[in-house]
């Protein structure tokens, strides 16, 4: 079946550490994103992208990164710079266009140790 | 700029009861709009959408969601709740231009009492 593969499940960061979070898609989308959860919050955009090799900065992109080098793939990193990681995040994408609906992995919970 | 707002970030109802869950956006242009569900640690899923072809719109588990432009509504029912309804409900618009950015109201997590 396809659909969107988060993993791990739970991650635990320590202080000053980078961590990656991976995502993965074989719905053969053109479009993924990240969203990061806090309670009370709703989802909020880190980055997305609409193309291999191409991607832009959401809302909240300062202390994360990402890459797009293959269309499945869209994994980010939440880097020492980022001050408040602890979260739920998750990952989503849609084929071309605004009156498409996204379709979200199960997500990861950072946990800062 | 677009947004979302939903009233009431708790709602509790008792099983076999309507389930009323509301939201409102703001939006310059003719908006797309989604109803998700989520469940406790569970990614989203997508309950129903509107893409501007019925106002009235049927999705699964027997919710649905009037688009009601005057009031610029989008609230979802239910006639009668479930327990397996428990869980947070997310209303988003789609960021105008294409680019499949959702923007998510605050969520409402629902509570069925037996």
């Known amino acids: 079946d396809g659909g969107i593969t988060q993993s791990p499940k739970y991650l635990f960061r320590k202080e000053g550490q980078n961590v990656t979070l991976s995502c993965e898609q074989n719905l053969n989308h053109d479009a993924m994103y990240w969203y990061r959860q806090d309670p009370g919050q709703g989802l909020r955009l880190i980055y997305y992208s609409q193309i291999v090799n191409d991607f832009q900065k959401g809302d909240i992109a300062e202390g994360y990164s990402v890459s797009r080098e293959k269309k499945e793939s869209f994994p980010l990193t939440v880097t020492s710079a980022q001050k408040n990681p602890t979260a739920f995040y998750l990952c989503?994408?849609?084929?071309?266009?605004?009156?498409?609906?996204?379709?979200f992995g199960q997500g990861t919970r950072l946990t800062v140790v | 700029a677009q947004s979302v707002t939903q009233l009431g970030s708790h709602v509790s109802v008792s099983e076999g009861a309507l389930v009323l869950l509301r939201c409102n956006y703001s939006?310059?242009?003719?908006?797309?709009l989604f109803w998700y569900v989520q469940y406790p640690n569970q990614g989203l899923q997508l309950l129903l959408k509107?893409?501007?072809?019925?106002?009235l719109v049927k999705g699964i588990n027997g919710f649905e969601a009037e688009f009601k432009k005057s009031e610029t509504s989008f609230h979802l029912t239910k006639p009668s709740a479930h327990m397996s309804d428990a869980a947070e409900y997310f209303c988003?618009?789609?960021?105008?231009?294409?680019?499949?950015?959702?923007?998510f109201g605050q969520g409402t997590t629902l509570q069925v009492k037996p």
């Open positions: 989503a994408s849609t084929s071309w266009g605004g009156n498409t609906e996204a379709f």
């Open positions: 988003a618009v789609s960021e105008s231009g294409n680019t499949g950015k959702l923007i």
């Open positions: 509107y893409t501007s072809a019925a106002t």
């Open positions: 939006s310059s242009v003719p908006p797309y």
